[in-house]
C-alpha cells in the first residue's frame, strides 16, 4: 500500500512540476535592458491596426503583413519611446533574410519604430534589430517570432 501511495504523490509531483514547466514556457520575452535603457519589441499582424491609424500612416492591412515595433525607454521613469536609428532583418529557417525597413512613428512625446513585413502562414523568423541608443551607444537584439494568418 505505501508503494502503491508513494508512486502515486511522484506521479502527482510530476505532472505539477511539469505543468509549472509549461506555464513558464509560455512566458515571452519582450524587451532587453542596455544600461539606463530598455528596448521593447513586438511583432504583430498588420490587422490589428484601426484602419483609420493605417490610413494616417500610409500602412498595408492583410493577413500575411505584420509590423515589427521597436521602442526604446528609460527603464527609470520611461513614460514614451525616445528617438534613435533602428534598422534589422527577418530570416527564416532556411537562411533567406530579408531587410526591415522601419518608419519613425511620432504621437505626441511617444515615438517608435515600425517596420512592414509579409510572412507566409505559421513562419518561423528570427528578428535581428540594430539600434543607436539616444546616448550613442550600438546595441543589437535578437529574437524569434512564429507568425500566423489568423
Not at 106 to 119: D, H, I, M
Amino acid at each position: 500500500m505505501k508503494r502503491i501511495l508513494a508512486a502515486a504523490a511522484a506521479m502527482a509531483l510530476l505532472l505539477w512540476s511539469v505543468s509549472a514547466a509549461a506555464q513558464e514556457a509560455r512566458v515571452i520575452k519582450s524587451y532587453e535592458d542596455f544600461g539606463e535603457y530598455r528596448v521593447i519589441y513586438s511583432v504583430f499582424n498588420s490587422e490589428f491596426i484601426k484602419p483609420e491609424i493605417a490610413q494616417r500612416y500610409r500602412l498595408v492591412r492583410a493577413k500575411d503583413r505584420a509590423f515589427v515595433n521597436i521602442s526604446v525607454v528609460k527603464k527609470e521613469g520611461g513614460a514614451h519611446g525616445l528617438a534613435g536609428e533602428v534598422s534589422g532583418r527577418a530570416t527564416n529557417l532556411i537562411q533567406q533574410s530579408r531587410p526591415l525597413e522601419f518608419m519613425e512613428i511620432r504621437e505626441g512625446e511617444a515615438v517608435y519604430y515600425l517596420a512592414p513585413l509579409r510572412f507566409d502562414d505559421e513562419e518561423n523568423l528570427t528578428f535581428t534589430v540594430d539600434l543607436v541608443l539616444p546616448n550613442g551607444d550600438k546595441e543589437q537584439v535578437t529574437f524569434q517570432r512564429k507568425l500566423e494568418k489568423d
